[in-house]
Nanobody, 116 residues
Framework: QVQLVESGGGLVQPGGSLRLSCAASGFTVSTYAMSWYRQAPGKERELVAR????????NYADSVKGRFTISRDNAKNTGFLQMNRLKPEDTAVYYC?????????WGQGTQVTVSS
C-alpha cells in the first residue's frame, strides 16, 4: 500500500523550531521529487519547498527562504522540513508530496500552530 505519512507537527511559540518528517512506504522515493505544501484556514494550498530526487536542487517560497530547509534521506525513504524562526503566519496544515512523471502521492497532513 502506497503511503506518505507526515509527523512532527504541533504547537510552538513564535521564534521556535519544528522538524517535519515524511515517511514513504509502498514505493521508493529515490525516483521522486518531494515537496512540502501548506494550507491555512480559508486559504489555498501553497508550495513551501521542493527538492529534486537526488537532493541536488531545492526551491523555496519567498515567505520561508532563510528559515526553512528541505532535505531527504533516500536510504530511509524519508523527507524532512526543518522550520526555524517560526511565525504565526506559518500556522497551517503541512502536506508532503512525492511526484514524478508517472505518479503523484500526497500525505494526510500534519498541523503546525505557531502561537504564544
Amino acid at each position: 500500500q502506497v503511503q506518505l505519512v507526515e509527523s512532527g507537527g504541533g504547537l510552538v511559540q513564535p521564534g521556535g523550531s519544528l522538524r517535519l518528517s515524511c515517511a514513504a512506504s509502498g514505493f521508493t522515493v529515490s525516483t521522486y521529487a518531494m515537496s512540502w505544501y501548506r494550507q491555512a484556514p480559508g486559504k489555498e494550498r501553497e508550495l513551501v519547498a521542493r527538492i529534486t530526487s537526488t537532493g541536488g536542487n531545492t526551491n523555496y517560497a519567498d515567505s520561508v527562504k532563510g528559515r526553512f530547509t528541505i532535505s531527504r534521506d533516500n536510504a530511509k525513504n524519508t523527507g524532512f522540513l526543518q522550520m526555524n524562526r517560526l511565525k504565526p503566519e506559518d500556522t497551517a496544515v503541512y502536506y508532503c508530496r512525492a511526484d514524478n512523471i508517472w505518479y503523484n502521492y500526497w500525505g494526510q497532513g500534519t498541523q503546525v500552530t505557531v502561537s504564544s
